[in-house]
């Protein structure tokens, strides 16, 4: 009779430990790349809020808000054209289209990007995208979270952009504000601003989380 042959005990059970490691393994990677992009957002965040002020220190004038931004910024700075420019705060639109154009003629921020005015909501073309692909943009605006409902005074913001769990913003919330989406400097913020799927009962969503949310950084 032909002896059949498997799977001793401890063979086994070494299998399941390297399939455990390898599941740790993967869960890990994941967790620390969800951690870099959280880093980057809260960095690029600080980085235009920093480029801002540096602008406005050296020119005494907002980025998008200049109606001779060629002349003293740069020939490839786009000037701003409407009935809001030169009223010292960044409105849309067009003038949220271009920030990043003044601020990259002027060396404070890396681009190039869009040298057309665009009246619309900034785009990967005019302006820089968070990790997860959302064009974020500075606006003198109103749409984020006042304790559970939009806001009717407009604050100057940065907004993340779109594409972004709303577990990750909660995330942030807590690493840079109180981790309530509708207080503080960091609200939940258009075009999702009130949106169930991201934030409800004034609490971000986290189980399970929405996919596509978007944060503002007040200033």
């Known amino acids: 009779m032909q002896k059949q042959s498997g799977f001793t005990l401890i063979e086994m059970a070494i299998v399941l430990v390297i399939i455990g490691l390898l599941l740790g393994g993967v869960l890990k990677g994941q967790e620390l790349i969800k951690n870099a992009k959280v880093r980057n957002t ?5 980085e235009l809020k920093a480029s801002i002020f540096g602008f406005q220190d050296r020119y005494r004038a907002m980025p998008g808000d200049m109606l001779n931004a060629s002349t003293l910024v740069g020939a490839n700075a786009v000037n701003c054209v409407g009935g809001g420019c030169g009223n010292g705060v960044i409105t849309p639109w067009p003038e949220t289209s271009i920030v990043t154009n003044n601020l990259s003629v002027a060396g404070f921020y890396t681009g190039p990007f869009s040298t057309t005015i665009i009246n619309a909501i900034p785009t990967a ?8 692909g959302g064009a974020m943009f500075i606006a003198y605006w109103y749409p984020f979270n006042e304790n559970g409902a939009r806001s009717k005074v407009n604050r100057s913001g940065i907004y993340t952009g ?3 769990s709303s577990a990750v913003l909660a995330e942030i919330d807590r ?16 075009p999702y601003d009130t949106a169930a799927a991201c934030v409800a009962k004034n609490t971000w969503v986290t189980s399970p989380p929405s996919a596509d949310c978007a944060g503002t950084n007040l200033y």
């Open 42 to 46: 809260i960095s690029s965040m600080d």
């Open 175 to 190: 690493k840079i504000d109180d981790g309530n989406p509708g207080s503080g400097s960091f609200r939940a913020g258009y």
């Open 162 to 164: 779109g594409n972004i």
């Open 125 to 132: 073309a005019t302006a820089p995208t968070n990790p997860w």
